[in-house]
């Protein structure tokens, strides 16, 4: 039995990094992995094949690198053939839907590593493809189960985890004045509104957008920022939010998606505003960067539950194979 795990090619967001660590896991834990580094070709090659299968049985694609740095922490090893007489389980992030009649009658479990991303394909399929009795289903965050739990599935735990640089970080209360904001396409809200509050609320605070950026710069501006602000919309259990707060820095979440509870991320009610309430926001900012020290603790038992994420993820990848022994 092997796994094979579906990833668009040079793609570089959270998605696509949680695939590779669950190639690495699999591979780490004894099993066999192997990721499709995809592009659209390789898609409709398939669904040719599926269509018409080869002569000889088998489906094969070149082999591919991924190319993306950060990713070479992950062990992982190119798939390049499918064979029908072979036991293969195929594991699609929900973005795979609208070619998930092309799986059907394998074994294939979906990987929910958002939801948001996943409503206009739902809106292009019958539901009732996604309760075939060869699919199961994987929430990456309580979000996504209450969701599957609302369409009447029930769906695998399996997570992600946060990677940081080592090394320690600075004392929050000797840090800059400093406020950081995710400014990414996941948010909508008015930036230049809040920003202009904030500073209005804390004289000599310096505000530092992050929109676009290699990932050491992000972590050195999480590192030395008191305050991390992230109003998108969570459609999974977002990893900048983790990072921030395991780089030193206290958050603010906007109460929506995933950001919205506390299984995801357990954090006190207080720092979860609406997203719109600009004022409550730029007050509750202000006072966490002029008044660090009082609010660092308030993270802590957000902080111990991501720096065992890791751990956490291996036992969830354990549970979801077994799943597969009896077969």
């Not at 839907?97 to 990987?111: A, D, H, N, P, Q």
Request: aromatic share 10%; charged share 20%; net charge negative.
């Amino acid at each position: 039995m092997k796994f094979v795990i579906l990833c668009p090619l040079g793609a570089r967001t959270g998605g696509p990094e949680a695939c590779f660590q669950l190639s690495d896991a699999l591979l780490r834990l004894g099993f066999e992995a192997e990721m499709w580094l995809h592009e659209p070709a390789d898609i409709i090659a398939f669904q040719e094949y599926r269509l018409n299968p080869a002569p000889q049985g088998s489906f094969e694609v070149p082999v591919k690198t991924h190319g993306i740095a950060e990713y070479e922490q992950y062990r992982y090893k190119s798939f390049i053939r499918y064979s029908p007489g072979e036991r293969v389980v195929f594991i699609l992030p929900e973005v795979y839907l609208t070619v998930i009649s092309l799986f059907l009658g394998m074994e294939v479990l979906i990987w929910w590593l958002s939801v948001d991303n996943a409503f206009k394909a739902l809106g292009s399929i019958n539901l009732n493809l996604l309760r075939h009795p060869s699919i199961r289903h994987a929430a990456q965050s309580s979000y996504a189960e209450r969701f599957l739990r609302a369409l009447g599935l029930e769906p695998l735990k399996l997570t992600d985890y946060t990677v940081i640089p080592d090394g320690g970080t600075e004392t929050v209360a000797l840090r800059p004045l400093r406020v950081a904001l995710n400014a990414g396409n996941k948010v909508v809200v008015n930036l230049d509104t809040i920003s202009a509050l904030i500073e209005a609320h804390c004289p000599g605070v310096e505000i530092v957008r992050i929109a676009g950026l290699p990932r050491k710069r992000v972590y050195e501006i999480f590192s030395t920022s008191r305050v991390f602000i992230d109003l998108g919309n969570f459609p999974g259990k977002d990893r900048m939010a983790r990072e921030a707060l395991l780089l030193g820095a206290a958050i603010i979440l906007g109460r929506a998606g995933a950001g919205a509870n506390e299984v995801d991320f357990p954090i006190s009610t207080m720092y979860r505003p609406d997203v719109y309430a600009y004022v409550e926001i730029a007050r509750l900012a202000s006072h966490m960067a002029l008044h660090a020290e009082a609010h660092v603790s308030r993270f802590d038992i957000a902080r111990r539950t991501f720096l065992d994420e890791k751990e956490n993820f291996d036992a969830e990848v354990l549970e979801v194979v077994s799943l597969y022994f009896g077969r």
